[in-house]
């Protein structure tokens, strides 16, 4: 375990915040949603076997997931320890009691990803997180998050310093200039198939 809570946004998501956000986010809905969307971004996928989620919480992403990759395996990343027990206890899939900073993935998998995720992580730490994701896949690189082409910060629930908006994609490939953007789309909430506004960015690895 390396949870590595030394910056305030790792012990907001750690603490009682990461634990009402659990109650706020669940359900079938949830994960009907998580498997529309991936059913559309796994279209320009092929050969997936192994999968890593970068702040799975409690697993509706990896849910959805294996409903499209029944024989894949799947695993998740999780700082807040209730989360992570709920993540552990979902069959066939791998939980890591993690931060993201402090993970070092054992292997690669074919697709690494997050979704939400990055908009919450310390802006100091982005490029050490990019780097994780990047060495996490051999293949394909999937970014779903709030889009906005210059960074900003965004009140969060009342809280500062938590929730911050910019090209995550544009950095990501910036960084490893080998990643291809082979596919993008668009969630809107105003589509009753879908709770959030979300851009999400699928990259390959040009050497895969």
């Given at each position: 375990?390396?949870t590595d ?10 603490g009682?915040?990461g634990?009402?956000y ?5 359900g079938?809905?949830w994960?009907a949603?998580?498997?529309?969307l ?8 092929g050969?997936?076997?192994?999968v890593?989620?970068f702040?799975?919480?409690?697993g ?5 997931l294996?409903?499209?990759l ?5 695993s ?7 989360a992570?027990?709920q ?7 791998q939980a890591?009691?993690s931060?993201?900073e402090?993970f ?8 690494a990803?997050t979704k ?15 780097d ?10 999937l970014?779903?998050e709030?889009?906005?082409?210059t960074?900003?910060?965004i009140q969060y ?11 995550f994609?544009?950095?990501?490939m910036?960084?490893?200039q080998?990643?291809q ?12 198939h879908?709770?959030?506004?979300l851009?999400w960015?699928l990259m390959?690895?040009s050497?895969?």
């Open positions: 375990m390396n809570t030394h910056n305030d946004q790792q012990s907001f998501w750690a009682d915040f634990n009402k659990i109650d706020r986010n669940t079938q809905n994960i949603n998580n498997t529309r991936f059913a559309n971004i796994l279209l320009r996928t050969d997936i076997k192994a890593l989620e702040g799975a919480n409690i509706l992403n990896l849910i959805a294996k409903n499209l029944p024989d894949a395996e799947l998740g990343i999780e700082i807040n320890e209730n992570f027990e993540l552990s206890k979902i069959p066939g899939v890591y009691h931060s993201i402090g070092e993935p054992a292997e690669k998998v074919d697709l990803f939400t995720v990055l908009i919450h992580i310390n802006p100091a730490s982005l490029d050490t997180v990019y994780k994701l990047y060495s996490s896949s051999r293949r394909y690189v970014i779903a709030y889009y906005n082409p960074p900003v910060e629930r009342g809280h500062s310093g938590k929730l911050f908006k910019r090209d994609a544009g950095e990501m910036e960084r490893h080998d990643l953007l082979i596919d993008y789309g668009f969630m809107y909430h105003g589509d009753n879908y709770h959030d506004d851009t960015f390959e690895k050497e895969a």
